[in-house]
């Protein structure tokens, strides 16, 4: 077996090979698509709407804009840009179609569909050209992709001279004690959460382990960095139980 054959990653704790990491997480994906709204609300403790609310105020869509939303499931972040930009487009580009299915039956979708497209791809290979959009948006799914340096270049490269990138992510919160307490729930509490409400207590073990094998927001605005992003920054939600950075293309 070469070298290249035999690289790997992780999936949550365990060790796979990276090609088998993408068809992992699109299971995973497809199990629990039609609770994928009530999972947010299970990982978040409800909480991940004020995020998404405070993703689109420091964003500050404007009208007229062409946003991307990878990994953009069923809508949420798309549906909000096009609400608070007053017009535009938006793209949501995810890996599994079933995510996207969802998105399609939400009402918000009905009613906004001359603004969205709805698009089967993979955030390491975009099937979009260069320069194609103004603002890349990511949530709660850049930590799920094999290898994260291949999905911020190719945020840069659909970006357009001035696009803006914006992830937001489960993260690490920098007291010690406090994550402990939040290990605590999450291990817990959350797989079991998952096999009550979706039958499904592995994907949300997987969820779980996949947000402590995420780096810390300093290591990963630094990936920003050397994606060739400029004027990266970042902002901690509920004490870093999540982050949003941001950064530009300039």
Aim: aromatic share 10%; glycine share 8%.
């Amino acid at each position: 077996m070469s070298a290249e054959q035999s690289k790997t990653t992780h999936f949550g704790f365990q060790t796979v090979d990276e090609d088998a990491k993408a068809g992992m997480v699109h299971g995973v994906f497809s199990r629990v698509a039609s609770k994928y709204d009530i999972m947010n609300d299970l990982m978040s403790m409800g909480i991940h709407r004020v995020w998404k609310d405070a993703m689109m105020d420091w964003l500050a869509p404007r009208p007229g804009q062409k946003l991307l939303d990878v990994a953009g499931g069923t809508g949420d972040v798309s549906f909000r840009f096009l609400k608070r930009a007053g017009s535009g487009h938006a793209t949501v580009c995810d890996m599994t179609e079933s995510m996207l299915v969802e998105g399609r039956k939400r009402a918000e979708a009905e009613s906004m569909a001359d603004s969205l497209d709805w698009v089967v791809g993979d955030a390491m290979a975009l099937p979009f050209a260069d320069n194609s959009f103004d603002v890349y948006t990511i949530s709660f799914g850049i930590r799920n992709v094999t290898r994260i340096p291949d999905a911020l270049s190719e945020a840069y490269r659909v970006l357009k001279p001035g696009g803006r990138i914006m992830v937001l992510e489960f993260s690490q919160i920098p007291n010690e004690m406090m994550q402990k307490a939040y290990d605590l729930y999450s291990f817990n509490v959350i797989p079991k959460m998952g096999e009550i409400v979706a039958n499904d207590r592995d994907s949300y073990q997987y969820l779980v382990e996949s947000i402590r094998k995420f780096p810390t927001q300093e290591t990963f605005a630094q990936m920003i960095r050397e994606a060739g992003f400029e004027n990266v920054s970042y902002r901690n939600l509920s004490m870093g139980i999540a982050a949003l950075h941001s950064g530009w293309k300039l």
